[in-house]
């Protein structure tokens, strides 16, 4: 899973999420009375966001005009964050990671990650 870009990273969690049943009852649970979540990630390769809606995750393509989350940094950053290799902490500590937003979902998204990886 290390050679994995960001996006390719996303679209294996999603898919993962979107056929755990705790996943799903985790994304429900996270979008609540809203109509959905949307976090940006934005690196030197790629731009994508994720729409989480309706116990489902998507991977789209592009800027979303106004996102809950953004996360900012290198594809190498952002992999190994998401991967467990780097900290968050860390990350933003030493500037590699910027994150811009209602950061608190971010803690969601790794819960959600941290399942669906554990169920497999």
């Avoid at 989350?69 to 500590?93: N, P, W």
Wanted: cysteine-free.
């Amino acid at each position: 899973m290390s050679s994995l870009s960001p996006k390719k990273l996303f679209k294996e969690i999603a898919e993962k999420a979107n056929s755990s049943s705790e996943g799903k009852r985790i994304m429900k649970e996270w979008v609540g009375p809203y109509d959905g979540k949307i976090i940006q990630f934005e690196t030197d390769t790629e731009k994508f966001y994720l729409v989480v809606r309706d116990g489902k995750m998507k991977v789209r393509d592009g800027e979303y005009p106004s996102p809950d989350l953004t996360f900012r940094g290198s594809s190498q950053v952002i992999s190994e964050v998401f991967t467990g290799k780097k900290s968050v902490g860390d990350a933003m500590k030493s500037w590699d990671l910027l994150l811009m937003g209602a950061g608190h979902e971010g803690f969601i998204l790794g819960r959600l990650i941290t399942t669906v990886f554990l169920e497999a």
